[in-house]
């Protein structure tokens, strides 16, 4: 079964950092596109931070300069590295990912997601 699982999240206080991990089964991270996207309450889902098919990474504007996404492609695994925390962060964290299977066809991928609280 294919399937990705989150961890990492939860309450800190602003300033503080979260480092977050997204574990994938049953795929193999054979792409360069992944990343991980958050969406608060009454807003969208929007990017945090990617790869693209070349291998870059980009980021939110929001983000920038204080969250780092970092893969092991040997563990199959996704990281965001989060510093320097605001409440504004606050927003459930969800990874994505793109991989391609013996037949060739890709399939996108995500995770059940992640509570992030920035709260004093």
């Known amino acids: 079964q294919v399937h990705l699982v989150e961890s990492g999240g939860g309450l800190v206080q602003p300033g503080g950092s979260l480092r977050l991990s997204c574990a994938g089964s049953?795929?193999?991270?054979?792409?360069?596109?992944m990343g991980w996207y958050r969406q608060a309450p009454g807003k969208e889902r929007e990017l945090v931070a990617g790869f693209n098919s070349g291998g870059s990474t980009n980021y939110a504007d929001s983000v920038k300069g204080r969250f780092t996404i970092s893969r092991d492609s040997a563990k199959n695994t996704l990281y965001l590295q989060m510093n320097s925390l605001k409440p504004e962060d606050t927003a459930v964290y969800y990874c994505n990912v793109w991989w391609r299977d013996n037949y060739g066809t890709t399939y996108r991928e995500w995770g059940q997601g992640t509570q992030v609280t920035i709260s004093s």
């Open positions: 049953g795929m193999i991270f054979n792409t360069n596109i």
